[in-house]
């Protein structure tokens, strides 16, 4: 055991124990949940902190994950415990994901600034990450449709489309792991792979979009996505693939975590299913594009 070197455990075991407490009402779980977040919140204010895992936080950088991943765990925990008074920090997250590492100038989102929110000027800084980026920007339509806040889902919605145009294969399709800010080979390893969980992040937060905006080519994107995702990475027993290489044909070989996860597919399905019921009762909605596609 290496100790506690990835703040993402302590962050997924809150948002477990988040959504155990809404399904059941044990106050355990959530005094637990509410108990780890504030070691959360403490350990990532420590000068110094780097306990991100698989990932590498240089001194001097600050990365896209943690306000990330601080925005989702916070806004979910805080709908069940409001006596936390979250929305203060909640704002930060999104201040920092939507006006630092948003990069308008290049249709981009960056994964790694300096800590005053600067650009890194190596090519590590130019690395742009599609799927980290659409995630995070459905994350941020959840906070803005909480607050009916039209202009923060429109900015969310318009960064998807940056988020997919810079990172599809033109040749095989499918979204790359990574690519640098102007585009084309990154300086990440495995950057030209494709992983299950970009596209599963991806056809969640189109179906998503379209609801919030009713933008066509939010749907557009959603069957390009969803056509090479089922084509590719849906193996003969039912399950998915978790890895491909560029091609878009499986390999053994680790490209990010070594273990396979349960939990980018339910999600994107549960998530997806509750988007599409509530789609499929706004006539304005479905009548545009779902019925020549399904």
Known sequence: MDGPISIFS?????????????????????????????EIRRRIAEPGFDAVAPQVLPKGWRIHAIPMIMLEISQELGDVAPELELQPFIDDCVHQIMDLHL??????????????????????????????????????????RRRNDQHLINRAVEAIRWMLEIGWDQEYGG????????????????WDKKAWWPHTESMYALLLAYELTGEEWCLDWYWRVHRWAVGHLVSSYGDWYQRLD???????????????????????????????????SDESLIEIHFNKEC
């Open 10 to 38: 302590d962050c997924f075991a809150v948002y477990g124990l988040t959504e155990f407490f809404r399904a059941t009402g044990d106050r355990a779980a959530l005094e637990l949940a509410v108990a780890t977040y504030a």
């Open 103 to 144: 990069r308008p100038e290049y249709h981009v989102l960056l994964e790694n600034l300096t800590v005053d929110g600067q650009e890194i000027q190596t090519p590590e800084g130019r690395v742009v990450n599609p799927g980290h980026g659409i995630e995070s920007m459905w994350f941020v339509m959840h906070q803005a």
């Open 175 to 190: 979204l790359f792991l990574a690519v640098d800010r102007d585009g084309g080979p990154a300086a990440f390893p495995n």
């Open 246 to 280: 560029r091609q878009g044909r499986p390999i053994k070989e680790v490209i990010a975590l070594p273990v396979k996860d349960p939990f980018h597919l339910p999600r994107m399905l549960i998530l997806g299913i509750q988007c599409l019921k509530r789609i499929a």
